[in-house]
């Protein structure tokens, strides 16, 4: 009774400098941390109490040393167990907590696998208990060889030995199992927030992450998650401004064609990503006359966008003033060039002049593909061709324009860039000039906007299931 009441005491001194250690040792830690130092400060109070209790027992009341440190083995093995619970429950409370606050922690640095926490934990408890277990049994083989040899002794014996190996066996039972519940409770927390999580993602839903509370696989697989929905909002916020920028393009895009007597206009732009470099274009010139440009942007996506827009806002400046075509295009070329020489890109343009009172057509080519004019009535193609460098690649070339009158009525012109003719269809077959011109010749007799339609729908035929591989666009002009 008098060394229960001792160790009763101990534990109480113990538990009353708890508080103030657990403040300043466990909870100024990490959170993942807090749990594995939760269990140091408990089991090496435990330790305390029991040498204490060893120390104070030889002093006091003359203990052997056997004696001392069979109370330090037990208060070490109450300890275990007891820190073990202390510790899974401290692991919940930072669970919970970062539940609760929507606390978003790093990723483990360093990894402690649950195998080696489980192997750990299984070969200490086992040494413990085989340590108990052979000094039950040792007192009770040193007992039984006092009482002496008598069948009544032998019967008490089995019966005390017995119970008590069934009594401390009861009592490590009971704190297994209070433990596999403990734990149970943890994983379940992690479980469910883990696959509440994933299941937000596959939904859509990306304001959550997972808390990362430990350090062991689940925390690796809560930091990885986590690293996943972080890329899946960035990716979701590029696509958003894609799509914004992608929007912005359309909108500088003609919405409808001019109404011209005498014409009859349709024209498109179709990307190989959300923003391309080609663009088209009509703006009105003096005298009644019509401009149309067909410009293609080296490259794709974003920067072949930005530049286009910029090329498009320096050509309708210019067209604005007074000029030819030639010195027009030779202003734009030296603007343009200020902002590419640095970066390699460039532009080819094609650049056309339609005046419907006079039938004339002038135009000048910068390095873009000739436009393709067929004339119906009498079944030909020819090309408005002429020389011209691509724009922003000398800052000094100066373009020529290019002039032609009259035309049949009924003559179609085709302006469009290098992804009409170089799409690929599955076998590698590029659908090129004579394709082009055989749907223009079946369709010549239609609208501008039906003839257009036809192109694309023969393009999108041609093409199958391969991908497009640049950006398209065309413009379609009927001579009436």
């Avoid at 004696?67 to 409370?93: H, N, Q, Y």
């Avoid at 040193?142 to 019966?159: F, N």
């Avoid at 920028?245 to 359309?250: N, P, T």
Wanted: charged share 20%.
């Amino acid at each position: 009774m008098t060394l229960g009441v001792i160790v009763l005491a101990a534990f109480l001194g113990a538990f009353a400098s708890r508080k103030s250690l657990e403040h300043s040792f466990v909870l100024s830690a990490s959170e993942p941390s807090q749990p594995k130092r939760q269990f140091s400060l408990d089991f090496l109070l435990s330790l305390t109490v029991g040498l204490a209790v060893m120390i104070f027992n030889m002093a006091v009341f003359k203990f052997p040393v056997s004696s001392g440190l069979k109370v330090v083995l037990g208060c070490s093995v109450a300890g275990f167990f007891l820190s073990l619970d202390t510790s899974l429950a401290r692991e919940r409370a930072v669970i919970q907590k970062v539940l609760a606050t929507d606390m978003v922690l790093p990723p483990p640095t360093r990894l402690y696998p649950m195998t080696r926490k489980f192997s750990l934990v299984a070969f200490t408890a086992i040494l413990f208990v085989s340590a108990i277990i052979g000094l039950v049994i040792s007192g009770d083989v040193a007992w039984l060889a006092k009482i002496g040899q008598s069948s009544m002794s032998v019967t008490q014996a089995q019966q005390a030995v017995t119970f008590e190996v069934f009594f401390v066996m009861a009592v490590l039972l009971v704190w297994v199992v209070n433990l596999i519940i403990s734990y149970s409770r943890n994983l379940k927390l992690l479980f469910e927030n883990e696959t509440s999580v994933l299941e937000r993602v596959s939904q859509g839903d990306l304001t959550r992450l997972v808390p990362v509370a430990n350090n062991d696989e689940f925390g690796v697989i809560a930091g990885h998650t986590n690293t996943m929905i972080e890329g899946l909002r960035h990716r979701i916020e590029l696509i958003t401004a894609l799509k914004l920028a992608e929007e912005v393009q359309q909108n500088l895009l003609p919405q409808k064609p001019p109404s011209l007597p005498g014409l009859d206009i349709a024209g498109t732009s179709i990307y190989c990503d959300e923003t391309g470099g080609d663009y088209y274009d009509y703006f009105e010139l003096s005298n009644g006359r019509l401009g149309v440009v067909v410009a293609d942007v080296s490259g794709h996506g974003v920067g072949a966008a930005l530049l286009m827009t910029t090329a498009r806002a320096l050509l309708r400046q210019r067209a604005a003033m007074t000029g030819d075509l030639a010195h027009i295009v030779s202003d734009v070329n030296q603007e343009l060039f200020r902002d590419v020489q640095e970066s390699g890109r460039f532009m080819t343009m094609f650049l056309l002049e339609i005046h419907p009172t006079a039938k004339t057509l002038g135009w000048v080519r910068g390095g873009h593909d000739p436009a393709i004019l067929y004339d119906a009535a009498e079944d030909t193609f020819s090309e408005l061709a002429g020389e011209g460098m691509a724009l922003g690649v000398n800052k000094n070339f100066q373009f020529q324009e290019f002039t032609r009158e009259g035309w049949t009525p009924g003559s179609v012109i085709i302006v469009g860039t290098d992804g009409i003719r170089e799409t690929h269809n599955e076998e590698n077959e590029m659908f090129g000039l004579d394709r082009l011109r055989e749907v223009i010749r079946k369709h010549a007799a239609e609208p501008a906007e039906e003839i257009q339609e036809e192109v694309i729908d023969a393009l999108r035929t041609f093409q199958g299931d391969a991908p497009q591989e640049d950006d398209i666009t065309l413009v379609v002009v009927k001579l009436l």
